[in-house]
């Protein structure tokens, strides 16, 4: 299967919407119990299952990360757009969560899908009020 079908196919059976947009994230990988130095990234869209990011590593799938969401401060964004926000913006919204599966876009540069597993009760708010004012509300697993 080509990788263009396969990312297609992916996309295809979510069980939850995503909107497309580009907030900051920072991201730091668990193995064996050891957390790695903080990545940075953008999102490419958004649900209330989890997020797709371009990543410059393969990185596998099931792999625990600890993922820094930043959420416009104001709620606000511009639907099917990739609009770039100012870092002052943000409110941070902290996510335990796993890759779900990993791409290659091009040369050294990756796709990440990423599930949302936890969010603790104040970041759960956050993104719930984000969530459900952009009309993307389901159930988000809680720690």
Known sequence: MSPDLKKKSLFENRRY??????????YKFLEQGDAFRALESTT???GAQGIA????RKLRTKLHIVLTLFLPRNGKYKNKTKQVYAEE?????????QVAWCSVKEY????LGIEFIE???EHKKRLETFLIKHKIDSP????
């Open 44 to 46: 490419e869209n958004l």
């Open 108 to 111: 050294k540069q990756y796709y």
């Open 119 to 121: 969010v603790a009760l």
């Open 53 to 56: 990011i371009r990543c410059d």
């Open 89 to 97: 913006e943000f409110l941070p919204v902290i996510i335990f969560s």
């Open 17 to 26: 919407p995503r909107i497309p947009l580009a907030f900051p994230v920072h």
């Open 140 to 143: 988000i697993k809680q720690a």
